[in-house]
């Protein structure tokens, strides 16, 4: 089977650096990706590695060890809006297709 | 504008009735999921879909059924075999489960279901 592992819980001031780890353990990885969700909403994807190394897109980092099953989401310039839930996941083949597994997620507390 | 719907955004359910969640995506995508999601819980994959009229059950498919007549449609039945349905339940679409396309799902707003 597949499992992930993140923080249940992360806390931060903002304006500062905060750091959410994942790791997995899966068949056939294909990717890891990092979702968003504000409470009540719907996720929103933020980002997805397939190779090892740091993926850039604008405050938000992603980081894949693939040799490690681990990776990280890395939050620059917290903002308050910052506060929410974040969820890692791994795709598994599966017949051909290649089945998504999410972690239980990480609220992130953001605090003035 | 492009994107997926669920209807209604709530819903009450007496014990023993069967129940109906719409999920519609106009975005061209082979490959709709339905998620649980339960209070400080991850998502949990109850069905996908990686073509219209195939189906493939997810980890915790027990107690409901869906269907896939059309690209657009992927509608969840939650039946009254579902010893506990209360929960948030979520549709997600991508262009396709195979290849990376599969890994940025689009998330319908999501309907909370609650069982009377």
């Known amino acids: 089977g597949q499992s992930l592992e993140q923080p249940s819980e992360v806390t931060a001031v903002e304006g500062a650096i905060v750091q959410i780890n994942c790791t997995y353990q899966t068949s056939g990885f294909y990717g890891l990706s990092w979702y968003q969700q504000h409470d009540g909403g719907a996720p929103t994807f933020l980002s997805y590695n397939a190779l090892d190394g740091l993926e850039e897109t604008g405050r938000f980092s992603s980081f894949l060890s693939r040799s490690d099953s681990y990776g990280y989401l890395l939050l620059q310039e917290l903002q308050m809006k910052d506060s929410a839930s974040y969820f890692c996941a791994v795709r598994n083949s599966s017949g051909g297709s290649y089945i998504p597994t999410f972690g239980r997620g990480t609220s992130l507390i953001v605090h003035p | 504008d492009g994107g997926i719907t669920q209807s209604p955004k709530y819903l009450f359910r007496k014990e023993g009735q069967n129940v109906t969640l719409s999920c519609e995506q106009n975005?061209?995508?082979?490959?709709m999921y339905w998620y649980r999601q339960d209070p400080g819980q991850g998502l949990r994959l109850i069905y996908y879909s990686q073509i219209v009229n195939d189906f493939q059950k997810g980890d915790i498919a027990e107690g409901y059924s869906v269907s896939r007549e059309k690209k657009e449609s992927f509608p969840l039945t939650v039946t009254s075999a579902q010893k506990n349905p209360t929960a948030f339940y979520l549709c997600?679409?991508?262009?396709?489960?195979?290849?990376?396309?599969?890994?940025?799902?689009?998330f319908g707003p999501g309907t909370r279901l609650t069982v009377l």
């Open positions: 997600a679409s991508s262009i396709s489960a195979s290849g990376s396309h599969g890994n940025e799902q689009f």
């Open positions: 975005l061209n995508h082979d490959a």
